[in-house]
């Protein structure tokens, strides 16, 4: 799937539904990967993103803003930064308002929700 991303230079917004079990160390690594640039082409995932929708069945706040904090700070000091993640935990949730959303303001990560 990274592949993929990394060849989408013109999404400026990325939802995406993360199923299975996709909590704890999986969703780590996977956040993690959207901040890590390309040896080969030297870009990151989607280098345009400017916002980031999240839907996960099942997961825990705490295993998810870390690493989603930690992604949208790398992006930042690679020169690519990410305005906004919302975040959905449940899929109860996911027909509502992002209960969770990070936002870049002045060069640091705030929570609202």
Known sequence: ????????????????VLIGS??????????TSLSVVNHITGKLP????????????????????????QMMDNRRLAGYSLEKCYIWLREDDWEKVAPLVLVMENGKVRIEG
């Open 1 to 16: 799937m990274l592949e993929l991303l990394q060849s989408k230079d013109e999404v400026e917004q990325l939802d995406l």
């Open 46 to 69: 989607c280098p345009n993103m400017k916002v980031l929708g999240l839907r996960f069945f099942d997961a825990y706040r705490g295993e998810v803003v870390r690493p989603c904090r």
């Open 22 to 31: 996709f909590s704890g160390i999986r969703a780590q690594e996977f956040l």
